[in-house]
Nanobody, 114 residues
Framework: VQLQASGGGLVQTGGSLRLSCAASGSIFSLTYMAWYRQAPGKQRELVAS???????NYADSVKGRFTISRDNARNTVYLQMNSLKPEDTAGYYC?????????WGQGTLVTVSS
């Protein structure tokens, strides 16, 4: 399974971005999909996750600002990020589980200027 993330970029404080991550390859069933982020000098952290049934989960720091969704027909997960803050600046990585094996995407950089 390969994951291709896109949608990162430079945005001002208060702006919005939408990240996408498309899975391809020998996919059976992506039971879990998620977005993580890693800022320079910090550990990678979970931002949001979503089950195959569409149940989302969010880190406290992004609740009310970010929305995760998925299109099962396209094997794609999205992250709509609104009201962005400088502390959201990080590399954003998608993650998916298929047949109990986890896969990482290559990451997309989000930079929020103050």
């Amino acid at each position: 399974v390969q994951l291709q993330a896109s949608g990162g970029g430079l945005v001002q404080t208060g702006g919005s971005l939408r990240l996408s991550c498309a899975a391809s390859g020998s996919i059976f069933s992506l039971t879990y999909m998620a977005w993580y982020r890693q800022a320079p000098g910090k550990q990678r952290e979970l931002v949001a996750s979503i089950t195959s049934g569409g149940d989302p989960n969010y880190a406290d720091s992004v609740k009310g600002r970010f929305t995760i969704s998925r299109d099962n027909a396209r094997n794609t997960v999205y992250l709509q990020m609104n009201s962005l803050k400088p502390e959201d600046t990080a590399g954003y990585y998608c993650y998916a589980v298929d047949r109990r094996t986890g896969y990482w995407g290559q990451g997309t950089l989000v930079t929020v200027s103050s």
